[in-house]
Nanobody
Framework: QVQVVESGGGLVHPGGSLRLSCAAS????????MGWYRQAPGKQRELVAN???????KYTDSVKGRFTISRDNAEKTTALQMNSLKPEDTAVYYC?????????WGQGTQVTVSS
């Protein structure tokens, strides 16, 4: 059974950095997307960044230049390096694995940016 687990959230001051990690387990093929989404209170879940099996990336405009997504195909992991964090980045961050036949969400990790 395929599972996805995130780690690395926490509380950080504005301008600070955090690194989120996500690990997938189970039988999955190489060709899959891994992505990070976030959901702030009272708002819809939105895509933050994703990366395909060839390393091609996509970012939402509000995080371009501040966040970097990466992946390790051999370890089936992805990471989101978040720099220059702003209060509006506060949300629960979710990792999502997508293959041609299935998708799996992680349980989410809270990121709070506050002074």
């Amino acid at each position: 059974q395929v599972q996805v687990v995130e780690s690395g959230g926490g509380l950080v001051h504005p301008g600070g950095s955090l690194r989120l990690s996500c690990a997938a387990s189970g039988s999955i093929f190489r060709l899959y997307y891994m992505g990070w989404y976030r959901q702030a209170p009272g708002k819809q879940r939105e895509l933050v960044a994703n990366i395909d099996s060839d390393g091609n990336t996509k970012y939402t405009d509000s995080v371009k230049g501040r966040f970097t997504i990466s992946r390790d195909n051999a370890e089936k992991t992805t990471a989101l390096q978040m720099n220059s964090l702003k209060p509006e980045d506060t949300a629960v961050y979710y990792c999502k694995l997508t293959t041609p036949t299935l998708s799996r969400w992680g349980q989410g990790t809270q990121v709070t940016v506050s002074s």
